[in-house]
């Protein structure tokens, strides 16, 4: 491999490091559900402005309502066709559909179908940035 510049580091791969379990409680003591494998973010990689890793929501599991007050998020879906709830909507996608939520607006998954939702996520990372439940 070629020698990389000062500050660049391949971090991980999510074959290598796999998935661990959400594990979030939400207003009503229900569980956030879905998998996660962060590929980079401050504490791997050193960065200070940004957040990607790789998602996996379950046949039946639902990604809980939430929003940042402070950061805006995109996700891009690889696989699977789930129900994206963004700002009072509900939306069906497939793979290849990419979705930008700015800070502050309402947004979660459900993945009401018989196969597994893929998706790639990534959120800006400003200093103190939130996790706002909203259901």
């Known amino acids: 491999m070629a020698e990389l510049r000062e500050g660049v580091r391949l971090v991980r791969n ?3 490091q796999g998935f661990t379990a959400l594990t979030n409680v939400g207003l009503n003591g229900q569980l956030d559900e879905g998998l996660v494998c962060p590929l980079i ?14 998602g ?11 929003h940042h007050p402070d950061a805006s998020e995109f996700y891009v879906f690889l696989a699977g066709t789930p129900l994206v709830h963004i700002d009072g909507e509900d939306v069906r996608v497939d793979s290849g559909t990419a979705i930008y939520i700015p800070k502050n607006v309402v947004h979660g998954i459900t993945n009401d179908t018989d196969t597994v939702v893929e ?11 939130g996790f706002v439940f909203d259901e």
Do not use: C, Y
């Open 14 to 16: 999510v074959r290598d």
């Open 41 to 54: 973010n401050r504490e791997l990689s050193g960065s200070d402005d940004l957040a990607v890793g790789m």
């Open 56 to 66: 996996k929501i379950l046949p039946g599991q639902h990604h809980l309502k939430h």
């Open 119 to 129: 998706l790639v996520f990534g959120m800006s990372m400003p200093e103190g940035w």
